[in-house]
């Protein structure tokens, strides 16, 4: 059983950088089976995907979110990181990492981690 845990800062100032790391058990991120995903849901609002890590860390971001994205990983420890760039209030929301399979849908899921971008 894949677990899936985020971390990191709950409130982050805008215009800073947001950073979240995801560490996973049970199952190693350089798996072909998965890929690595981070999602968020803004209040009110759905689910919005922002992108990926692949097994051969390749990473595909949402268009939306491109500019300012960034995923990466450290094998060593299983883990993989969002970074956000350039926050604003419009980037408060529970965000989610997730094993996302190769054909699209979601394996397993992360708890969710709220982060507030606020002064």
């Known amino acids: 059983q894949v677990q899936l845990q985020e971390s990191g800062p709950g409130l982050v100032k805008p215009s800073q950088t947001l950073s979240l790391t995801c560490t996973v058990s049970?199952?190693?991120?350089?798996?072909?089976?998965?890929?690595w995903s981070w999602s968020r849901r803004p209040p009110g609002k759905g689910l919005e995907w922002i992108g990926y890590?692949?097994?051969?860390?390749?990473?595909y971001y949402s268009p939306s979110l491109k500019s300012r994205t960034s995923i990466s990983r450290d094998t060593s420890k299983n883990q993989f990181t969002l970074q956000l760039s350039s926050v604003t209030p419009e980037d408060t929301a529970v965000y989610y990492c997730?094993?996302?399979?190769?054909?699209?849908?979601?394996?397993?899921w992360g708890q969710g981690t709220q982060v507030t971008v606020s002064s």
């Open positions: 997730a094993a996302r399979r190769r054909g699209g849908t979601f394996a397993y």
């Open positions: 049970g199952g190693s991120i350089t798996t072909k089976f998965y890929y």
């Open positions: 890590i692949a097994y051969s860390g390749t990473t």
